[in-house]
């Protein structure tokens, strides 16, 4: 329970009563663009959403998703689940990820702490290894902190260094790798002009290699440690620009999907296994896709695959991965100290709550939504319920993936009477949209659209409220574009299909039977963020938010 003394009480609000259940829906991966071919939420039969929309304006309105809104450092950095489920949990707006980075790196404190320190032990006589994703698409890393970081490294007595790179595609244009591996190689020439022996070890892409989450597949990380630890892998090369050059001939093959590669000397040896002594940094900021490696590195008793050897290193992640697992152990950036999110607040007085997702967002919608915190504030009050995802497909075969489901229980959840608040994320547009398969997106968002209709049917039929909304966009906009916003195409004339999240608003409703009378969005909130939705599903329930919470959205007007 929360800390000891301290007052969790809400003030009731004024004008709203308590007791009302609040069906709480997050689309994954939908915002707001302008209608086209490439919008599949337009495209796509979405007569629910659509009806919010057309419905009573003064219950429908875009909030921002991006940027500083959700604790990012710049306008330019489009939102991901992570920092969005925070936001919505958190009520307020913390600065996350890359903004922590940036800030330990820029006043030198990532040397001062913990993490380094220990890691540094191993400089003196071992090599310095560093793993994760070579891009500057500043989702999960960029390549900028990479070379900042090696090179105060450097300059703190590493003498050996070793980079494990993993090609992005994903956040980033297909293609780029080539260009983030040659910035890479020349600075590392520049560190071996003054006597630093720093090569690019390995490599892989993403999806392929290393980068797997919620235990999907274990054989991405397999086919990684085998790369970076062992130095095995079916390709060799003596440079990374040649090896990724060569291995994006290959059919079916794009950076995202690289198949694994060792650099090896003139006679034939790898450059850079990881081996006891050694130092290693996973340099990701974003934890989902590292908490799989992480465990491969860390953990002593370990079954997932057969390492074949376990190094005694020194391990640190940029940051750690799962507060509640304490991994890893040692981190070179502190997190950021989320408190007082509103599903403690609620829990407190007396919301009972039911949380459900499929595997692959299951951890949006209760750790992070509740500040990177795993388990539940109350056993008593709280039931949340995971549906495992499909696995060993990827979510463009089965779009519809496991949105009914997931509904169902939800609204079996609104029907028993058990609980206040029944919170849900339904992962379609988000995870069918990184697919780039726009046949398949446009199922997908049918799909979320379907499952909304089943909990808003539910909520009807126990005098609820309903509050429909999103993390960030992916499947309106699922192309490239120009300044001018028109399509961009490849040498072949082909469109250049967007697979990332975008910079767009997403969407929030609000309705249902319980909604009291007068109940509006204001209008002198105009920037309004999903930082927002915490104080207004508050006031939904009957309370007002703290006051250092970001402003409620809504407002009670007397008819």
Not at 331 to 338: A, H, Q
Request: net charge negative; glycine share 10%; hydrophobic share 40%.
């Amino acid at each position: 329970m929360g800390s000891s003394g301290f007052n969790w009480k809400l003030a009731d609000h004024p004008k709203l009563p308590k007791g009302k259940t609040v069906g709480l829906i997050v689309l994954d991966g939908w915002g707001e663009a302008n209608p086209d071919q490439y919008n599949c939420i337009h495209v796509a039969e979405t007569p629910v959403m659509d009806s919010f929309k057309k419905g009573a304006p003064e219950r429908w309105r875009l909030v921002r998703a991006h940027g500083t809104a959700v604790g990012l450092p710049t306008e330019d950095d489009m939102g991901n689940s992570e920092v969005g489920h925070n936001a919505l949990g958190a009520g307020r707006i913390f600065a996350q990820g890359a903004k922590l980075v940036d800030s330990a790196l820029e006043t030198g404190k990532i040397y001062e702490g913990e993490g380094f320190k220990y890691i540094k032990e191993s400089f003196p006589t071992n090599t310095f290894h560093l793993i994760g994703l070579l891009s500057d698409g500043g989702v999960h890393s960029r390549l900028d902190q990479l070379l900042l970081l090696i090179k105060g490294a450097s300059e703190r007595g590493a003498k050996r260094i070793r980079v494990h790179v993993l090609t992005d595609g994903r956040d980033v244009l297909d293609g780029s790798s080539v260009g983030f591996a040659e910035t890479l190689e020349n600075y590392l020439a520049q560190l071996r002009e003054k006597g630093v022996d720093a090569q690019i070890a390995s490599g892989g892409g993403r999806m392929y290699v290393t980068m797997d989450r919620y235990e999907n597949d274990w054989g991405v990380v397999k086919r990684g440690w085998d790369a970076q630890v062992l130095g095995e892998a079916p390709h060799k090369f003596r440079n990374a620009v040649e090896a990724i050059k060569t291995l994006r001939q290959e059919p079916n093959t794009s950076d995202q999907y690289l198949p694994p590669f060792v650099i090896v000397d003139e006679n034939g040896k790898p450059v850079g296994p990881i081996v006891d002594g050694d130092a290693v940094v996973t340099f990701n900021f974003r934890a989902d896709r590292m908490v799989m490696i992480a465990k491969a590195l860390e953990y002593a008793d370990f079954d997932k695959f057969d390492r074949v050897r376990f190094p005694k290193i020194r391990y640190a992640g940029m940051l750690q991965y799962d507060g509640e697992l304490k991994l890893p152990n040692k981190y070179l950036v502190e997190p950021p100290e989320i408190d007082r999110t509103s599903g403690e607040y609620l829990t407190y007085n007396g919301v009972r709550t039911f949380a459900c997702s499929e595997t692959v967002k299951f951890g949006h919608v209760t750790f992070f939504w509740n500040g990177n915190r795993s388990g539940y504030f109350n056993p008593q009050m709280e039931e949340y319920v995971e549906i495992p995802s499909d696995s060993g497909i990827t979510f463009n075969v089965q779009p519809k993936m496991k949105a009914v489901e997931i509904a169902e229980k939800a609204r079996d959840a609104i029907l028993s009477k058990k609980f206040e608040q029944v919170r849900v994320n339904l992962p379609n547009s988000d995870m069918v949209g990184h697919t780039g398969d726009i046949e398949a997106t446009v199922v997908a968002c049918k799909a979320a659209d379907e499952a909304v209709k089943i909990i808003i049917d539910a909520i009807e039929q126990v005098g609820g409220i309903y509050v429909v909304t999103a993390d960030h966009g992916n499947a309106e906009d699922m192309v490239k574009r120009n300044k001018k916003g028109q399509p961009l195409l490849d040498k072949n004339g082909n469109i250049q299909i967007l697979t990332s999240h975008t910079l767009q608003p997403v969407p929030i409703a609000i309705g249902g039977p319980g909604l009291a009378p007068g109940v509006q969005f204001r209008k002198d909130v105009p920037n309004g963020g999903l930082a927002n939705v915490a104080a207004t599903v508050m006031n939904l329930h009957g309370f007002e938010a703290p006051a250092d919470y970001e402003t409620t959205l809504i407002e009670v007007v007397d008819n």
